[in-house]
Nanobody, 124 residues
Framework: QVQLVESGGGLVQAGGSLRLSCAAS????????MGWFRQAPGKEREFVAAIRWSGGNTYYADSVKGRFTISRDNAKNTVYLQMDSLKPEDTAVYYC?????????????????WGQGTQVTVSS
């Protein structure tokens, strides 16, 4: 069992930055992927970024590539999402999640554990 707690969301102007954190407790295995997803009102949950717990392979959605950076601190069992050059269309609830097979996927249903989410609002 893995528990995830996100933090760091808030209100920011377009062009600004935020850093989200996801603190994980429980057993994290080296082959797990840690992912960030987001869901805007009336839209489906979508993949944002992912990182392999061991090795650090990273994956990004095209919409955030070059603006967002995912990283991890294994000692703190924490994953981060640095978001720069934010746009109003980045407004959403952001969730972190754990995928246990080690196979990179952008499909939410393949992730097994989820945090409660943190709101990010970008004003124009």
């Amino acid at each position: 069992q893995v528990q995830l707690v996100e933090s760091g969301g808030g209100l920011v102007q377009a062009g600004g930055s935020l850093r989200l954190s996801c603190a994980a407790s429980g057993r994290i295995f080296s082959n797990y992927n840690m992912g960030w997803f987001r869901q805007a009102p009336g839209k489906e949950r979508e993949f944002v970024a992912a990182i392999r717990w061991s090795g650090g392979n990273t994956y990004y959605a095209d919409s955030v590539k070059g603006r967002f950076t995912i990283s991890r601190d294994n000692a703190k069992n924490t994953v981060y999402l640095q978001m720069d050059s934010l746009k109003p269309e980045d407004t959403a609830v952001y969730y972190c999640a754990v995928e246990r097979t080690g196979l990179h996927t952008t499909t939410p249903r393949t992730y097994d554990y989820w945090g409660q989410g943190t709101q990010v609002t970008v004003s124009s």
